[in-house]
């Protein structure tokens, strides 16, 4: 996935698509968390999660931003 896209440089739709891909991104993650959370595993995994978290936040802001609705 490409996490370089800039979403204030995006349409709705666009935004939409991309929220949904990183949706299932974090999905995915959450079924291959490692079950060590004392190695460093767990912390890239952790850190790669968390920067998911937060582009669907600043997406789903994005969204609002346009005078989007998102459920």
Known sequence: MDL???PKTMEPEELRAYLEDV???L???DEEEPEDETGEE???WAERHEELEDLADEIVEQLEALGERVD
């Open 42 to 44: 767990f912390v890239d």
């Open 27 to 29: 999905e995915t993650m």
């Open 23 to 25: 949706r299932c991104e």
């Open 4 to 6: 370089c896209r800039d």
